[in-house]
């Protein structure tokens, strides 16, 4: 009989068990809030593991504590929102852009209880998406087009992401990093961007010519000079020796002379022996 009775309260534990379910298991990477009907949500949150619970009265809510990513963009199928979700801003100097931007972040897993008990399950339209398109374009609005359009962008990335994480850390949410994806201008703009270049191209090609110009002007300076510190060294000779003249003379006629019989005198041959 013993043996009976005992299998009917584990029967009977088995029942309670599987039909009212008085325990709540939290799975890798989550946290569990528990709202009591009674006392509405109880202090703190539920780690990973087994949890005993009171069934009927405490209802448990499930939060992911890993990493989301929350994209607006261009892209249909791409985001929480389908369709293009991209925002548009406004540059310190009036120029329209369209952003794509992807924000990853993680619920502070001791935080979660509160983040339940302040601001819910739509944590995401109340304060992620929101705060992060204001700052985007608060971000954007602090520089001109032309920065934007450069290398500052990964500037104006590192604004946006240390204010977002300032702000969503008082709403118990952690940034882990903004990823500015795109930023697009107005064809306008573009077309003036593509002319600038082409302009700067034009720039360069000129100075590099007129370098080129001006180093051709030297060396034929250097030359110039070069030649002429020849004809006046010549020239110096010559007044001191005028025979040397006769000597071009006898040279440019027939190089291979060894002498010439001019005035009954003989004019020396350089490396010539016995030239009178």
Do not use: C
């Amino acid at each position: 009989m013993k043996s009976f009775k005992a299998l009917g309260v584990v029967f009977a534990l088995f029942v309670v068990f599987v039909m009212f379910r008085p325990y709540v298991i939290v799975r890798a990477g989550e946290r569990v809030v528990v709202f009591s009907k009674v006392k509405g949500t109880l202090p703190g949150q539920r780690g990973e593991g087994f949890h005993f619970i009171t069934p009927f009265v405490d209802e448990p809510v499930r939060y992911d504590v890993q990493r989301q990513t929350y994209s607006m963009s261009k892209t249909v199928w791409e985001g929480e929102v389908k369709g293009d979700d991209s925002m548009g801003a406004m540059t310190a100097d009036g120029q329209q852009v369209t952003v794509e931007l992807s924000l990853r972040f993680h619920l502070d897993p001791n935080k979660v209880s509160t983040l339940h008990a302040t601001i819910g399950k739509d944590y995401i339209s109340k304060i992620v998406r929101p705060e992060t398109r204001s700052h985007t374009r608060i971000a954007i609005a602090e520089y001109p087009a032309s920065k934007v359009y450069s290398a500052e962008r990964r500037t104006i990335q590192s604004k946006i992401e240390s204010r977002l994480r300032e702000k969503l850390a008082a709403s118990y949410i952690i940034v882990d990093e903004v990823l500015l994806r795109d930023v697009q201008f107005s064809s306008i703009f573009q077309s003036a961007i593509v002319q600038k270049q082409v302009s700067q191209q034009n720039a360069e090609r000129m100075k590099y010519v007129l370098e080129k110009e001006q180093r051709e002007k030297e060396k034929k300076i250097v030359l110039a000079e070069g030649e002429a510190e020849a004809i006046r060294l010549k020239g110096q000779a010559i007044a001191a020796n005028s025979r040397i003249v006769l000597y071009e003379y006898v040279q440019k006629v027939t190089p291979n002379i060894k002498g010439i019989i001019t005035d009954g005198k003989s004019i020396p041959m350089p490396g010539v022996s016995g030239a009178q």
